[in-house]
């Protein structure tokens, strides 16, 4: 099969994904919506990071993150805490982290679900080949 078609293939599947991952997230069983969740894993991955690291590398606008931000706040799940610089630095508050592990658990199970009938070498393949494309996909 030509790389175009193959690659076409995983676009395909790469949109499917995100559209089910969407979808998913819109359970009652999901703590956080998929944008905050997406903030709130951030701040896990990058403790300390401020809004401008999270706009950058999420490639959206300052003011489209501080909303999103704002409503984490207010909904008491993320914190700004002071810090050097520019920017205030971002950590999870308790109810933030525990909502942050409530909805990893629901959709690490919908994944988990999906590749029920996989091998383990089959996971452990999938697993290395979406963190090499990832890392490819990178452009800083």
């Given at each position: 099969?030509?790389?175009?078609?193959?690659?076409?293939?995983?676009?395909?599947?790469?949109?499917?994904?995100?559209?089910?991952?969407?979808?998913?997230?819109?359970?009652?069983?999901?703590?956080?919506?998929?944008?905050?969740?997406?903030?709130?894993?951030?701040?896990?991955?990058?403790?300390?990071?401020?809004?401008?690291?999270?706009?950058?590398?999420?490639?959206?606008?300052?003011?489209?993150?501080?909303?999103?931000?704002?409503?984490?706040?207010?909904?008491g799940l993320v914190?700004?805490?002071?810090?050097?610089?520019?920017?205030?630095?971002?950590?999870?508050?308790?109810?933030?982290?525990?909502?942050?592990r409530e909805t990893?658990?629901?959709?690490?199970?919908?994944?988990?679900?999906?590749?029920?009938?996989?091998?383990?070498?089959?996971?452990?393949?999938?697993?290395h080949d979406l963190?090499?494309?990832?890392?490819?996909?990178?452009?800083?």
């Open positions: 099969m030509p790389r175009t078609t193959d690659t076409a293939q995983i676009l395909s599947a790469l949109i499917l994904i995100s559209r089910r991952g969407v979808s998913d997230a819109r359970t009652p069983d999901i703590a956080l919506s998929m944008t905050a969740q997406s903030i709130v894993g951030y701040i896990v991955d990058n403790p300390g990071c401020r809004a401008a690291d999270i706009a950058r590398d999420f490639r959206l606008n300052r003011s489209t993150v501080s909303r999103q931000l704002g409503d984490l706040v207010r909904a914190s700004e805490v002071e810090g050097p610089g520019r920017g205030r630095p971002l950590e999870l508050t308790d109810a933030g982290a525990q909502a942050y990893i658990a629901v959709l690490t199970g919908a994944v988990a679900d999906a590749m029920r009938d996989w091998s383990d070498g089959d996971v452990d393949r999938f697993a963190a090499r494309f990832t890392a490819g996909a990178r452009t800083d």
